[in-house]
């Protein structure tokens, strides 16, 4: 069985940063892409960041030049760093890995006050 754990999420003001933590255990035998959606309250699950195996990023264009995207792949770990945030990125933020299948870490909850 495979588990994402996140970290990293809270409560900062617009401007602010956060740096977003998600590690993978368990049975997996390759991880491929590895990355983070996010859904705000009424909406639909986005993705804001992937990134592949071999450090290849893509970005919603609504965090490009804000986020950014980073994994280790000795610890199975995948990062988000997410500076001058505005409020309309609240929202509960959720790393994912995939190989055949795919993964979902709990989710942390990101509140970026005007």
């Known amino acids: 069985q495979v588990r994402l754990v996140e970290s990293g999420g809270g409560l900062v003001q617009a401007g602010g940063s956060l740096r977003l933590s998600c590690k993978a255990s368990?049975?997996?035998?390759?991880?491929?892409?590895m990355g983070w959606y996010r859904q705000a309250p009424g909406k639909e699950r986005e993705l804001v960041a992937a990134?592949?195996?071999?450090?290849?990023?893509n970005y919603a264009d609504s965090v490009k030049g804000r986020f950014t995207a980073s994994r280790d792949n000795a610890k199975r770990a995948v990062y988000l760093q997410m500076n001058s945030l505005k409020p309309e990125d609240t929202a509960v933020y959720y790393c994912?890995?995939?190989?055949?299948?795919?993964?979902w870490g709990q989710g942390t909850q990101v509140t970026v006050s005007s």
């Open positions: 994912y890995a995939a190989d055949d299948g795919i993964y």
């Open positions: 990134i592949t195996s071999g450090g290849s990023t």
């Open positions: 368990g049975t997996i035998i390759r991880i491929d892409d």
